[in-house]
Nanobody, 123 residues
Framework: QVQLAESGGGLVQPGGSLRLSCAVS????????IGWYRQAPGKGRELVAS???????NIADSVKGRFTISGDYAKNTVDLQMNGLKDEGTAVYYC?????????????????WGQGPPVTVPS
């Protein structure tokens, strides 16, 4: 079981910045990936950014150059720095951990989701 505790959501003006933080109950080294998804009103969830086991990052094209993901492996936290926020950034942001486990020939997977702090960027 992996618990995810997010913080940092709120209201921010267009062009402003906000930093989300996710505290993970398991060592980041033991996760296959850790990252952030978001769900805007009336839309499906989309990947914003993630860190893949080994350290490589994956950033959505829509936020590339404005958002940065970083992991603190000593504190087991993952932060999402969001700069230049636009009104389409209004969404619930979920911290997500993906884990693979079991023997090589019978790998199982599980995805854990945080509660999701809301971020509001007024138009």
């Amino acid at each position: 079981q992996v618990q995810l505790a997010e913080s940092g959501g709120g209201l921010v003006q267009p062009g402003g910045s906000l930093r989300l933080s996710c505290a993970v109950s398991r060592s980041l080294w033991r996760l296959n990936s850790i990252g952030w998804y978001r769900q805007a009103p009336g839309k499906g969830r989309e990947l914003v950014a993630s860190i893949i086991k080994g350290g490589s990052t994956n950033i959505a094209d829509s936020v590339k150059g404005r958002f940065t993901i970083s992991g603190d492996y000593a504190k087991n936290t993952v932060d999402l720095q969001m700069n230049g926020l636009k009104d389409e950034g209004t969404a619930v942001y979920y911290c997500t951990a993906y884990v693979e486990f079991g023997p090589v020939d019978r790998v199982e997977t599980k995805t854990y989701w945080g509660q999701g702090p809301p971020v509001t960027v007024p138009s």
